[in-house]
C-alpha cells in the first residue's frame, strides 16, 4: 500500500491513541508510537493511553488474530518513552460475552505497566447484562453504571451507554446514571477540565447503525457549561471528531478489525481488507502538537 493511502486509510483503523492533557485543559490525540518513537516535545503533559474495541474471540476473515494485534497494541504502549498514567479500555473487550474470552483478555491486558480502566461495550453485556464482565474486571466505585474520578486536576467520568442496546438499537445512559452525575457535577467546577468516556458516541452520530446515545442530548446539557469537555467513545472502530459548543468528541480505532465509515453499505459488517492492506493499517499514529499551535502527524505501518 502506498504511503499516501495508508494514510488515508489509518484516520479510519489502527491501535491505540495517546491522550494529552495541555495546559489549557484541551486535549491533543498522539497513535500509540512505535518503541523507538520519540517524546511529544508538548510541555510536560499529562498523559493517558485509549485504546477500543479488541473483541477478543472474533475469529472472522476481517482479523483472524485479533490477540495478536491486541499484543502488538499493549507492547506498544509499554514501549512508550513516557508511561501513560493509565490506559482505558472503551468497551467491547471480549466478541461474545464468553468466559474464556474475558479470561484472554485479562491474561492479555495484565501484561499493561500502567493501570488499566475498562468499560463495558455492548459485546461485553451479552445475555447477562454484563455480570460476567463485572465479575471478571471487578470495577470499583461503579454506581448505575457511572464512575468518577479526579486525577492531575482531570475530573474524569466514565459512562455506561450499552445496557439496553439489545432492546433499542441504540446507546442508553438512563435517568438513574444522569441523576447520579448531575449530583456529581455540581459540585466540580466549571473551569475544570472534563474527560468523559463510553463506549457508544453521545452524539447523533449516525443513528441508522445505532451509532448514537437516546438520551445524550440530557448528558450535554449537563456538559455543556464546562469550560473543556473532551468525550472519547469506541464502537464504530474508526476516527471521527465532531464539536459541540465546548464539547469535542472523539471516537476511536479498534485493535480487532476496521467497520465502514457511516452509511457507506446497508450495515457496519467488519471490513475484510487483502491481508497486505490489513498488516498496513494495523499500524500507529504519531501526532506531534507543538506549543499548542503546529501539529506533526506520521503513520507507520506494523506489516
Not at 459540585?187 to 452520530?205: A, C, E, G, M, R
Amino acid at each position: 500500500m502506498q504511503r499516501r493511502k495508508f494514510i488515508e486509510h489509518v484516520g479510519w483503523t489502527g491501535l491505540g491513541i495517546v491522550w494529552a492533557v495541555g495546559a489549557n485543559g484541551l486535549l491533543t490525540a498522539c497513535q500509540v508510537g512505535e518503541p523507538n518513537a520519540q517524546k511529544s516535545s508538548t510541555t510536560s503533559p499529562f498523559s493517558f493511553v485509549q485504546i477500543s474495541d479488541t473483541h477478543i474471540g472474533f475469529k472472522k476473515p476481517a482479523n483472524e488474530h485479533v490477540t495478536d494485534t491486541l499484543q502488538k497494541t499493549i507492547d506498544a504502549i509499554n514501549a512508550l518513552p513516557t508511561p501513560p498514567a493509565f490506559v482505558i479500555h472503551t468497551g467491547d473487550i471480549s466478541h461474545l460475552s464468553k468466559p474464556e474470552e474475558f479470561d484472554q483478555a485479562k491474561q492479555l491486558l495484565s501484561q499493561l505497566k500502567v493501570p488499566l480502566f475498562t468499560l463495558p461495550g455492548e459485546h461485553d453485556t451479552i445475555g447477562d447484562r454484563g455480570k460476567a464482565y463485572e465479575e471478571a474486571f471487578n470495577r470499583k466505585d461503579v454506581k448505575e453504571g457511572l464512575q468518577v474520578w479526579d486525577q492531575a486536576g482531570i475530573h474524569f467520568v466514565s459512562l455506561t451507554n450499552v445496557l439496553d442496546f439489545g432492546a433499542t438499537g441504540t446507546g442508553k445512559l438512563g435517568e438513574a446514571q444522569l441523576d447520579l452525575l448531575s449530583k456529581d457535577l455540581a459540585n466540580q467546577k466549571q473551569d475544570t477540565p472534563l474527560v468523559v468516556f463510553s463506549h457508544i458516541p453521545l452524539y447523533n452520530l449516525y443513528p441508522k447503525w445505532g451509532w448514537a446515545t437516546a438520551d445524550s442530548a440530557k448528558l450535554l446539557s449537563l456538559l455543556s457549561p464546562f469550560a473543556s469537555v473532551t468525550v472519547l467513545t469506541g464502537h464504530i472502530h474508526q476516527v471521527i471528531e465532531h464539536s459541540e459548543g465546548n464539547i469535542r468528541f472523539h471516537t476511536a480505532a479498534a485493535t480487532a478489525y476496521p467497520l465502514p465509515a457511516p452509511g457507506h453499505g446497508d450495515q457496519p459488517a467488519p471490513v475484510k481488507l487483502p491481508e497486505n492492506n490489513l498488516l498496513a493499517v494495523l499500524g500507529f499514529r504519531t501526532v506531534e502538537v507543538i506549543s499548542g499551535k503546529d501539529t506533526r502527524v506520521d503513520q507507520h505501518a506494523l506489516g
